[in-house]
């Protein structure tokens, strides 16, 4: 399975809480592989082969993790795929066997696109409270208030939740935003997503990742676009809402583009966790895809 979504949606997150709550499920052990650091597809198997602290003689690396992976029940976790794909890919439709007790669990911001593969698409935190217990605050104000510095007044959910909208439910940036409420207030944190969501940085120690400020999560992913891709995702920053492909075509005339590649551009930016996108499930209705903030705040900065 590959679980997908935007950059700081939680794609790692939810593959670990997934990982310790089915520790008893695999006898031979819960593995896991980050390759945030991997520059090269052809590493992702010396990357697993020293997780899984194999020994590796004349064989070939794959093979070895092969036999060792199909012999055994276990839960392989194999993190940030998206930048060495075809490795990943390659490791997958090599590790399938209907017979094995192992599992595969890859996070990455597109599907591996292998036959084998069951896609979880992770979306953003629900920014409206659930009708069947309306009393509940909505997902991505109970993340804020629980990462806040401290208890909420009586009067700042709604202040809470016009933030978490600004930066689109993502777990992320939510996370980010609340740790300035040691030094900002509610309107001023408001005020200032509102003005560039992606500009949130993580305050203090941290891992020096990708995730570090939002900017760099999300230029995680422009970096893989080609050329092509990165001038759409540019000229869709204009939009601030939903949008179709006659639009989409409309923002980007006057550029180098061919029409022609408009809608395949559209299809990759969404397969990539880009674009969200709706498709029409009736006769006459088109299609929509929409930035989400955070995303086009991000692209602006490339006009």
Not at 57 to 79: C, P, W
Not at 157 to 182: H, K, M, N
Not at 217 to 226: D, G, M, N, R
Request: some cysteine.
């Amino acid at each position: 399975m590959t679980i997908t979504g935007p950059g700081g949606s939680g794609k790692t997150r939810l593959a670990i809480e997934v990982a310790l709550v089915s520790v008893k499920r695999f006898p031979d052990g819960v593995w896991f592989v980050d390759l945030t650091t991997i520059t090269d597809s052809r590493l992702v198997v010396d990357a697993i082969t020293s997780t899984l602290g194999l020994v590796v003689g004349d064989r070939a690396l794959l093979e070895t993790i092969v036999d060792y992976v199909r012999a055994r029940q276990l839960l392989l976790v194999i993190d940030n795929c998206e930048h060495v794909l075809e490795g990943v890919a390659e490791t997958a439709e090599a590790l399938h066997s209907d017979g094995s007790g192992s599992v595969l669990l890859t996070t990455s911001r597109e599907p591996l696109d292998v036959g084998t593969e069951a896609i979880w698409e992770l979306a953003p935190l629900p920014l409206q409270a659930d009708t069947a217990d309306p009393g509940v605050p909505p997902a991505a104000t109970q993340l804020f208030v629980a990462r806040m510095a401290g208890p909420p007044g009586p009067d700042d959910l709604p202040l809470i939740g016009q933030i978490c909208e600004a930066v689109d439910g993502l777990p992320l940036a939510i996370e980010l935003a609340a740790a300035r409420t040691r030094w900002f207030s509610l309107a001023e944190i408001l005020q200032q997503v509102t003005d560039d969501p992606s500009r949130l940085t993580r305050i203090g120690r941290g891992p020096a990742d990708h995730r570090t400020t939002l900017w760099n999560a999300i230029e995680w992913s422009h970096q893989l676009l080609t050329p092509t891709e990165q001038t759409i995702h540019r000229r869709l920053s204009v939009l601030p809402g939903l949008f179709t492909l006659p639009v989409a075509t409309a923002v980007t005339q006057g550029t180098d583009l061919d029409v022609a590649d408009i809608p395949g551009g559209l299809a990759r930016l969404a397969h990539r966790s880009l674009l969200m996108s709706s498709r029409a499930t009736h006769g006459g209705r088109p299609s929509v895809f929409r930035q989400l903030d955070t995303v086009r705040a991000h692209a602006r900065h490339h006009q």
